[in-house]
């Protein structure tokens, strides 16, 4: 448990510049390591922000790894990346780590650009069975005696991914470790039958004096036979991870992710066996600070908070998009008993903590399985439901082909509520959403809004759900700045944009939360401003009438330039054979980096100082 008052001397960890120092010091010394390692953990990330409680539950487990494996020839992959804080302390990054998710700072997750330990990149989950099962494949297939261990959580492996690079590497004799870090949680409490599977192999685990003895006898020499394991099956022996050998993994475990010794003892078996083998590991998130081990969905992601006491960081107080959401669907699901709510393991960060609470038969976490969120939203419509799939823009990625195929081109009522869409700030470029735009536009019967204020995500999350088809709203991880009346949404005629300012030669199209920038811009140049508010279908009635009486149009959009909602002026354009000046602002065609979402709009162009500019360029 992490003491504030003692102070210690000599730091293990001042002395390590990297993972071959570690491997110096003696198995004894490893939780005095640990100890000093969490204690600056929570030190830095006290007043720096970040993810803290993933890292708290991974300390021993990290130490383990770079002290058995000779990182950076074997490769450590990291699913999602939450947890990687330690890796980076280990591994020649401590001294930065305050500068963590912050402009030109360290990467709140794996970035191989970052470091060669950084085997892979990450920020999205459940990648890793498959990224580690690559590289030992490509080290087999190049006689290279090197080791890939890939590192997952309960919560990454109920997806559909991992699922696929299990049974494929079952299948193979490939060198790959699997480390399953079971902490019963995702960002929040962990879903589905697979949670409680792996809960049952860990119901009555004996005490931490036991297990290590009982430990090293669960690593077997060599993997059970199929023929072993039929035999036992049909004797109706059930044995302790029998899910994984009949995929055809070795299974170790489960044991104590916290007991350094057993961690090191089991490790350094697993390292000299060979074929697919996967150890099960039982961890606490936030480990070792009391705040955290009682609250761990609170301290996953944290602004800044007294590393004493763990008192969070006072915040001005603010309404966002999200909340306003949340607030929204349980007004409408108070009203109408088919509203059904569905996230893929998003409830705190979608804003559904409180439906969740209101209606418990109405709401459904699929868990990591974004793809089966929108099918099993389709198939919810097919029989007369309202579902609404609350989703990050950058995670609908993944249930993309769902989407088009099972959603859209049946015209079923499906709303999209996109959250975090546009620039994210400290998550960086793998959590931007910078492309929703671009690939839902593309989609036959698609209804596209972008708000520009709470009330307008209100009226537009009201038109989706009754619209009759398919619809998504987006909108930004941001707090709305304006009040929102007490007024009910309004249903808004669908394709009609809406007249925010009149001036003359130059008209500015905006599409979302750009708006307010859009008027002080339009203040100084004397310009005409409209809030499109629908990428599809386009006002193109107000687009051509603009065109007419304009001599520039200049849209501006929170998404890739790229196929975005300025292309979509212009192919109107192009089609009224039209020939008047067209500016689009945009995301340019480049990632944009982490830094707080204000400073990552300065980068894209899209603060007021680089939009007036741009146009008075014009």
């Not at 330690?86 to 030109?104: E, N, Q, V």
């Not at 999209?416 to 620039?423: E, N, P, V």
């Not at 839902?440 to 019967?445: A, K, V």
Request: proline letters at 5%; one cysteine or more.
């Amino acid at each position: 448990m992490y003491h504030p008052e003692v102070v210690v001397c000599d730091s293990l960890l001042d002395q390590l510049d990297g993972p071959a120092d570690l491997r110096e010091l003696a198995v004894d010394q490893l939780p005095v390591l640990a100890q000093q390692l969490r204690e600056r953990l929570i030190q830095s990330v006290g007043q720096s922000g970040g993810h803290l409680s993933a890292g708290l539950g991974t300390v021993e487990l990290t130490i383990a790894l770079h002290y058995i494996f000779n990182t950076p020839e074997d490769s450590l992959v990291w699913d999602v990346g939450h947890q990687c804080y330690p890796h980076k302390m280990l591994t020649g990054r401590r001294k930065r780590l305050s500068s963590i998710r912050r402009r030109d700072g360290l990467s709140g997750f794996l970035r191989r650009d970052e470091s060669v330990y950084d085997a892979f990149g990450a920020g999205h989950s459940s990648t890793s069975i498959s990224a580690a099962l690559g590289m030992a494949m490509a080290n087999q297939l190049r006689g290279l005696d090197h080791k890939a261990v890939a590192i997952i959580g309960d919560g990454g492996i109920t997806a559909g991914m991992a699922y696929e690079a299990l049974a494929h590497a079952g299948s193979l004799d490939t060198d790959l470790l699997v480390v399953l870090n079971d902490n019963r949680m995702s960002i929040s409490p962990n879903v589905g039958a697979m949670a409680a599977y792996l809960a049952s192999l860990t119901a009555g685990m004996p005490s931490p004096s036991s297990r290590a003895a009982s430990s090293k006898r669960a690593v077997q020499p060599a993997r059970m036979s199929a023929t072993d394991r039929a035999q036992r099956k049909a004797l109706g022996l059930v044995v302790e991870g029998q899910w994984f050998e009949d995929l055809g993994f070795n299974y170790v475990g489960p044991i104590d992710g916290h007991d350094l010794p057993v961690l090191v003892a089991v490790l350094r078996q697993l390292r000299n066996m060979k074929g697919p083998r996967l150890l099960h590991v039982v961890t606490r998130k936030g480990h070792g600070f009391a705040p955290a081990e009682a609250d761990p969905i609170k301290y996953h992601g944290v602004t800044g908070f007294d590393p004493r006491t763990g008192e969070m960081q006072a915040s001005k107080p603010s309404t966002s998009y999200t909340q306003v959401f949340g607030d929204w669907l349980c007004q409408t699901a108070a009203h109408d008993s088919r509203v059904v709510a569905i996230t893929p393991a998003m409830r705190e960060g979608s804003g559904l903590v409180r439906y969740a609470e209101l209606f418990p038969n109405r709401y459904i976490d699929v868990g990591i399985a974004e793809q089966h969120c929108v099918t099993l939203a389709a198939g919810l419509a097919c029989q007369g439901m309202k579902p609404v799939v609350a989703i990050y823009s950058s995670f609908l990625q993944r249930g993309y082909d769902q989407l088009l195929h099972d959603v859209a081109l049946q015209g079923l009522p499906v709303l999209f509520a996109i959250d975090r869409a546009g620039l994210v700030g400290p998550d960086g470029a793998t959590h931007a959403g910078a492309y929703d735009i671009s690939f839902l536009r593309c989609i036959p019967g698609m209804v596209i809004m972008t708000p520009s204020s709470g009330e307008a995500l209100r009226d537009m999350l009201a038109t989706g759900l009754e619209c009759g088809g398919p619809a998504a709203v987006r909108y930004p991880r941001a707090a709305i700045t304006s009040p929102l009346p007490d007024a009910a949404p309004a249903l808004l005629p669908i394709g009609k944009a809406r007249h925010c300012r009149t001036g003359v030669r130059i008209a500015l199209l905006v599409f979302g939360t750009l708006l307010d920038r859009a008027l002080l811009v339009a203040e100084q140049v004397g310009a005409t401003v409209i809030d499109m508010q629908f990428v599809k279908p386009l006002d193109q009635s107000m687009v051509l009438e603009l065109a007419a009486s304009h001599d520039w149009l200049v849209t501006l959009e929170e998404n890739a330039l790229a196929g975005g909602a300025g292309s979509a002026v212009s192919e109107v354009l192009r089609h009224h054979c039209i020939n008047v000046r067209l500016l689009q602002l945009g995301l340019p065609d480049q990632w944009i980096e982490q830094g707080t979402r204000d400073e990552a709009l300065a980068e894209a162009g899209l603060d007021v100082d680089s939009i007036l500019a741009a146009v008075r360029a014009l």
